[in-house]
């Protein structure tokens, strides 16, 4: 499964809601027997990912044309 456009607005950052959200999609794999979550993630919330135990796994192309994104994955 992939987890697309999971954002906290910044003013809201550190308070649980990123967390809550990324428990409720592994969750939601789970229930559909996924065994990991793809994140092509933001570079600034690679940080955030990591903390909640997703590890690298390359890039993924973005846009505008050139730009990647990094992937990280999360077992569920």
Same mark, same amino acid.
Request: include cysteine; charge should be positive; aromatic fraction near 10%.
């Given at each position: 499964m992939e987890l697309e456009?999971?954002?906290?607005?910044p003013a809201r950052i550190g308070r649980g809601i990123g967390a809550r959200l990324l428990e409720h999609a592994a969750a939601?794999? &789970?229930?559909a027997r996924a065994s990991t979550l793809s994140i092509a993630s933001d570079?600034?919330?690679?940080?955030?990912y &990591? &903390?909640?135990?997703?590890?690298?796994?390359g890039t993924v192309?973005?846009?505008p044309r050139g730009r990647t994104l990094p *992937?990280? *994955? *999360?077992?569920?």
């Open positions: 456009h999971c954002w906290v607005l939601t794999g &789970r229930a570079p600034f919330a690679v940080g955030f &990591r &903390r909640m135990g997703a590890r690298p796994a192309p973005s846009t *992937l990280l *994955l *999360l077992r569920v």
